[in-house]
């Protein structure tokens, strides 16, 4: 069984920047693929962000590429996400994932994309951003 808290959330003004934690709980963190979804009101969950279970990949959605950056650090049992340049449609709940498969190979975006591959998910965090 794998907890996952996010924090980090807020209301930020557009164009700065903002850094979600989320903290795993369980023995098996290190061991599984993590992403991070966000859902905005009236809409689906969608995909931001992944890194594999070693840390060695990384993947993002084309809208966030270049102003975010997905982080983990297994020591602390902790991925991160670190956004920058806040835009008008980011505003949403972000929620971390972790997946299903254990030091499983690595996949292609699509794979680290889709919502079933992940088996554990967090409360969210709401990130609201003024103009």
């Known amino acids: 069984q794998v907890q996952l808290v996010e924090s980090g959330g807020g209301l930020v003004q557009a164009g700065v920047s903002l850094t979600l934690s989320c903290a795993a709980s369980g023995r098996t963190f290190s061991n599984r693929d993590m992403g991070w979804f966000r859902q905005a009101p009236g809409k689906d969950r969608e995909f931001v962000a992944a890194i594999t279970w070693e840390g060695r990949y990384t993947y993002y959605t084309d809208s966030v590429k270049g102003r975010f950056t997905i982080s983990r650090d297994n020591a602390k049992n902790t991925v991160y996400l670190q956004m920058r340049s806040l835009e008008p449609e980011d505003p949403a709940v972000y929620y971390c994932?972790?997946?299903?498969?254990?030091?499983?190979?690595?996949?292609?975006?699509?794979?680290?994309?889709?919502?079933?591959?992940?088996?554990?998910w967090g409360q969210g965090t709401q990130v609201t951003v003024s103009s």
């Open positions: 994932a972790a997946s299903r498969a254990q030091r499983g190979p690595t996949y292609s975006i699509v794979y680290y994309s889709a919502k079933s591959n992940y088996d554990y």
